[in-house]
C-alpha cells in the first residue's frame, strides 16, 4: 500500500512551452500532496503544499504563476511548468500524506526528470 | 540555522556490517516527528522509519533502528547487516509542531552510502 506515481517520468521540452506532471496516489486518498524539486546532489526543496479543494500554499520564492498546482481529486494533483526556461531544468518530485500509524506519513513518486532546451 | 544537520556527506561500510547515519535537529517546539528516506539513484524516496517526539521507545523496523536521543536533539539511523542494495542517498526530515493533520517536511542534505563488496 501507499504507492505514489507520477507521469512523465522524464520530459525533454523546449523554452517557452508548458509542461504538467501528474501525481496520483494509487491505492489511497490524499487530501494533501506536496511537491519538491531537487537540484543535482542536494536536498528536496518545497515548493508548495497542495490541497484537495483549495488553493495551493506556496513557499516564500517561487512563483505561482510559473509553477501552477491544481488539486481536483483526492488522487490527482498537478504541477504546470508554465513558460520553461532552462532554468526550470530539475528533478520533481511529489508526495501524498496518509495516515499510518501514529503520524502522517508523506509518501513520494517516483520523480519527474525536466530538461528544458 | 540549519534544522536539520547531516554532517557525512558520504560513508562507505563493508557489506554485512553495521551503519550508523547521523542526524541533529534544532527544534524549540516539544511536539516534534522525525523521519528517514532512502534515495536510491532512480530518484524515489522510500520511507523508512519514523519517531515522534513523545515515544519512549527507540523506532525500528526491520534492518532498520532510530537511536533517539532526545537530550542531544539527535536521531541517527541504524542499519544493521548492510547489503549492497542499500546504497543509496539517505535522507533525515522532521516535522515540527502537533501532529494534526499534514505538514511539511525539512529535510536534511542526505548521506550518501555505499557498501563495498
Known amino acids: 500500500g501507499a504507492v505514489v506515481s507520477q507521469h512523465p517520468s522524464r520530459v525533454i521540452c523546449k523554452s517557452g512551452t508548458s509542461v504538467k506532471i501528474e501525481c496520483r496516489s494509487l491505492?489511497?486518498?490524499?487530501?494533501?500532496m506536496f511537491w519538491y524539486r531537487q537540484f543535482p546532489k542536494q536536498s528536496l526543496m518545497l515548493m508548495a503544499t497542495?490541497?484537495?479543494?483549495?488553493?495551493?500554499?506556496?513557499e516564500q520564492g517561487v512563483e505561482k504563476d510559473k509553477f501552477l498546482i491544481n488539486h481536483a481529486s483526492l488522487t490527482l494533483s498537478t504541477l504546470t511548468v508554465t513558460s520553461a526556461h532552462p532554468e526550470d531544468s530539475s528533478f520533481y518530485i511529489c508526495?501524498?500524506?496518509?495516515?499510518?500509524?501514529?503520524?502522517?506519513?508523506?509518501?513520494f513518486g517516483p520523480g519527474t526528470r525536466l530538461t528544458v532546451l | 540555522a540549519q534544522k536539520i544537520t547531516q554532517t557525512q556527506p558520504g560513508m562507505f561500510v563493508q557489506e554485512k556490517e553495521a551503519v550508523t547515519l547521523d542526524c541533529t535537529y534544532d527544534?524549540?517546539?516539544?511536539?516534534?516527528?522525525l523521519f528517514w528516506y532512502k534515495q536510491p539513484s532512480s530518484g524515489e524516496m522510500i520511507f523508512l522509519i519514523y519517531?515522534?517526539?513523545?515515544?519512549?521507545q527507540n523506532a525500528t523496523e526491520g534492518r532498520y533502528s532510530l537511536n533517539f536521543q532526545k537530550a542531544r536533539k539527535s536521531a541517527n539511523l541504524v542499519i544493521s547487516a548492510s547489503q549492497l542494495g542499500d546504497s543509496a542517498m539517505y535522507f533525515c526530515?522532521?516535522?515540527?509542531?502537533?501532529?494534526?493533520?499534514?505538514?511539511?517536511?525539512?529535510f536534511g542534505q542526505g548521506t550518501r552510502l555505499t557498501i563495498n563488496p
Open positions: 508526495s501524498a500524506t496518509l495516515r499510518r500509524g501514529p503520524t502522517d506519513t508523506q509518501y
Open positions: 491505492d489511497f486518498q490524499a487530501t494533501t
Open positions: 497542495s490541497n484537495e479543494g483549495s488553493k495551493a500554499t506556496y
Open positions: 527544534t524549540s517546539d516539544p511536539s516534534y516527528g
Open positions: 519517531q515522534g517526539s513523545y515515544d519512549q
Open positions: 526530515a522532521m516535522r515540527e509542531g502537533e501532529d494534526q493533520g499534514a505538514q511539511k517536511l525539512v
